[in-house]
């Protein structure tokens, strides 16, 4: 099934060369202002960047084809669709029985010899799209309770941004093409991935989110926790490695007494002196910003020769990619991670009753 | 719910101070062995060992009440208890408004005032007992399929294990206290533990798990991703903060060239020359072994003076914990972390219809 | 949510008078033919007949604009879409505070303000469209393994049809306007119909649907049995009132020794030697003809003046309903509980491992 | 999976002659008052009564293991255990192989060879004593939001009670060895019961349910509807053979200006003036009293010789079932159909959000 979320819930279709693409928003109650204008404003920081993304340009024009009278939510699912209109599906049919290596296509087609190999077919990238316009009208909800969403790149390549950073940041680096914090940083990544770019080759990153201003407690106990929920909604973006909640993988080599974040309290309500939990204790909220970050690989299509076999021959062969890719998706998977997160946290608050149906 | 899994199911229930614990293990099909013995020597991994975990002795006897026909399954759901025989209920109740730093306690009563506090209640590492038995039994029925999974301390504290490590050494690692994979690894793990214990502080560290033989495909497509449902499946285990598969933290620094894992072909089956990924590419198993990582934090109980909040005077009050507790919950973790796999990849293996109903 | 099915799943979205009315189906594997040519037939049946229909007139066009290659089926998601043309919303504003008695009206617009009351909205006959062609494609997929659904008009008003009827009769009502079996009692449903609509009134009536060829043991135990699926599918068509397996209603009232069917062998297989349990023992398929009746009330909107309140004023009012509406339902209702019949059967057939995935 | 509800979800396990059967419910909040008197009387009710029931003699002990602190729910999934003790198994395992017309056994062994064949394993009427202990703590919360819920045997043969009932008649009921409501019917069922078990053979009959004071509105759109719900949840009981709401078999042959309630106010609230419609209307709690029956089949176990087949040899075989069976399960089923009609009616206020989590 193609199916994320429980109270709030999203069904993806379509593929990377198919007329369109689009997905079922599920949940959104009525009387919610649908904001076109925001919708294509986060639309546009998913599209590549000029010198550092793909050449393909779509004008992803989100069609909101139900769930919507005159302009606000009326509790009815909502289908959105966006045409793909730049495709160019030569050349994919040799990847069926040539698997690209990093690529889905060995698994894709070992399981289904059915499989729409062209772009990649429902594993390409583009299928974020209407996750992106999906996940922004989960943000308008998520703002009307007053809670923000907002990521940015902590790191590409070995260009890594080493300041603690807090939403306004988040909210700045959507000026910055990497979106980075800061023009230095921005700068310094623009660099490293053009680099990488000129020598037929891709680079990884990390992309860093916080949410403010979450009520205490979302979250269900054990299997259904904030932490969990919140990693399976991020391992379903293409090329995420690892998944880390506050100071995660630091915490696994620290003593207690450095990582306990003691509780005080200032102007009567309660804190954490620190935030090392990143906002999670027990599987639910504790009130402080919640903070993960997302380990993204190196786009695997790259445009030097790789090795592969020939699934018919059984031969080992060489392979190079033509076609248009991203040298490095990071930049673009920031929006990407911000409308899942602001899906996976408008479900938890709403299955926790934090939000009426 | 409390409840994990699509085609396997887990319903857990109890808490740590109740008469009994348990779960109610579903999807299992008709005819598998329940090797007892198996279960006993899985339970046993999880106990804690003398020196470096806590005093509370449990003899965790595993009782399977249904589902079971002369010690084979009958198809029917399993329904597993252990009941609680050591149990010290004083001094919790102040936890109720002295929430300990680093604990469920603040988040768990904030939401519900009729919080068990007891122990931690259901948020409490007691409850992975069941889960080490139902997970046991899924993996009995991998076993029948030819797919084994181990699991082993890649580090404590600042003691790394620095070495490649395969199947044979996670089953080497259930000969060794701290569940390293060499005795030398082994004693420096228990030092800094005593070290740490001794100090009345506490350790954090890091589990891999290695999953070899499964078949090519296993996985569904984006939300239920291999990766996803595994992240999901690791961060219900209290105390994980981070998730890795293959190479993911480092991969973030690395260049596409670096890490696209080359396929070639060897005695006609395709394999990939290195790697980096992990074992699963594109949400599902390449067929190379599954390599992943799960990162916990130092458990939060530590002996020390610690500060926290009197919710009733909202004031900050100093707070030291007494009682029985792991100064590193790494070493038992390992068996969790081997148990809730298990279930993970026989629940995926059964949703791709890798295993017959 | 909006969403039918485990394994094989449709949601729905859309409303009566919006542009697009859809669903999207999922769990359709790869390679099954999507004869278009066949949905279109189905779709005509459930098109109202001229004379006892309503006069809205849809060509109810199919497009499926994912999950589809060179028609056949690709495993990806099938959406499918189709458009509102001939609609008219001028007067439907009133029925927000002057609900139309026995419709969805008052129910929806009190648990939802926002609801969309243009054609009745989402609760609209309308939105079975969708439902008949995903439900033709999963009747496909049935065909392709050999299992037949079928139905049939069994009574409108007091005109029943007495015979016992079977998968061949089902198939000859499709060349009458009311899916009666047989000329004969097509007129004298025709005439009902008629007398009824030109008094400005509507009927009920009676859809039985029969489904061969199952193979033995399809359904789950105890609360996903096949009789409790089907019956849900079964009330999700608007203005179905009761539910009925086999001779339900009549074994109420007999003895275990009349209703028993007692098994027996002919030609090295299994039957019973009558049906009265209607093909479903333990809530599993017995090998035997499944039968099944759905009762369907009279289609409330009548074009005669009836009380209802204001609920603005709080004031009891005369109403009196225009527009365009079907005198009785049934006739078009065969091919929605065909289709949702054809949808329930795929369904449980796939979780029970009859079907590969 | 056996597994029913969504917010309110009960996991039934066991079988009935193994050691225990039991369920876990969960979705209950902290707070509710476990009244075991209550679930005591409710589980008296469900015991066969002398003369016209079963000889099996259980005193269904309910031990609740989980979820409660000092008789007050804690909000923790609640472990439900009733002993097996008066169990036996002999002379079961012939029927594997010759199948007792109108049972399970057929489909379950066909499906499973290893199925549980003792009393019926996990097929048998006794799995439902466990439901009726969750059902009523269902209904112990839905009291408290005052909500009630009774049934009576509207009929038992051709012995029918034509009398309209409500409420009260349903809670006299519980003072009726038949649950009929008055004493003259009581006893014409009685004695029917009693002719039918002298010659070795049983009767079906007719169970009748109320709900009132329900809020407006409860019930999902579509698939989820209130009387798809309801009825998939009744036919989880064994020997249910259809469901019908409000006047709904009767609907089906009558006119529209017949069955359409008209609304009026009374006392500035809005009613139906008459209630065919049985209480919901487009899915959904009309406010009205919710009236639906259920129909069930005589027992199919009886003492008289019966014809079936050796699955062995492939030969029609005579049979006789020796052992202890009720005549007429409707008396029983009565508390059966409350305690499910609880939960489901509990689940779909909190999936509304009628109920705070």
């Not at 294509?40 to 779509?58: C, D, F, K, Q, V």
């Not at 093409?177 to 891709?202: H, K, N, P, V, Y």
């Not at 990884?204 to 979450?214: A, K, P, Q, R």
Request: charged content about 25%; proline content about 4%.
């Amino acid at each position: 099934m193609n199916t994320i979320g429980t109270d709030i819930r999203i069904t993806l279709w379509g593929s990377s060369h198919g007329s369109h693409i689009g997905c079922v928003l599920e949940g959104i109650g009525g009387g919610l202002d649908l904001d076109m204008e925001r919708i294509t404003a986060e639309m546009s920081l998913r599209r590549p960047t000029s010198g550092i993304g793909t050449a393909r340009r779509e004008d992803d024009e989100v069609l909101i084809v139900s769930g919507v009278t005159e302009g606000v939510s009326n509790g009815d699912p909502i289908s959105i669709m966006i045409a793909n209109k730049d495709t160019s599906s030569k050349d994919y049919e040799q990847f069926r029985h040539r698997p690209r290596p990093g690529h889905a296509d060995f698994t894709a087609v070992i399981r289904n010899p059915h499989h729409d190999i062209r772009g990649g077919g429902m594993f390409s990238g583009r299928m974020t799209a209407p996750l992106v316009a999906a996940g922004t009208v989960c943000r308008l909800a998520l703002e009307e309770e007053g809670v923000d969403v907002g990521g940015f790149t902590r790191s590409i390549g070995d260009v890594v941004d080493t300041q603690e950073r807090g939403a306004k940041d988040c909210w700045n680096s959507r000026g910055f093409a990497t979106r980075a914090c800061a023009s230095d940083i921005d700068a310094g990544m623009f660099e490293t991935i053009l680099e990488a770019s000129s020598q037929g080759d891709s680079l990884g990153g990390v992309v860093e989110c916080h949410v403010e201003n979450l009520p205490i407690g979302v979250g269900e106990p054990w299997f259904d926790s904030l932490d969990g929920e919140l990693a399976k909604s991020m391992f379903s973006i293409p090329a995420m490695r690892a998944f880390e909640i506050g100071d995660g993988v630091l915490s696994s080599k620290a003593r207690g007494s450095e990582m306990n974040d003691p509780f005080t309290i200032s102007g009567n309500e309660v804190f954490t002196k620190t935030n090392h939990h990143g906002g999670i204790l027990g599987g639910r909220s504790s009130g402080m910003p919640l903070v993960f970050r997302c380990f993204f690989k190196p786009t695997p299509s790259i445009s030097m020769d790789q090795s592969t076999v020939d699934l018919e021959s059984m031969e080992d062969v060489s392979l190079r990619i033509e076609g248009r890719h991203d040298p490095c998706i990071v930049p673009r998977a920031v929006a990407v991670v911000e409308a899942m997160t602001s899906h996976c946290i408008l479900d938890m608050m709403s299955r926790g009753g934090f939000i009426g149906n």
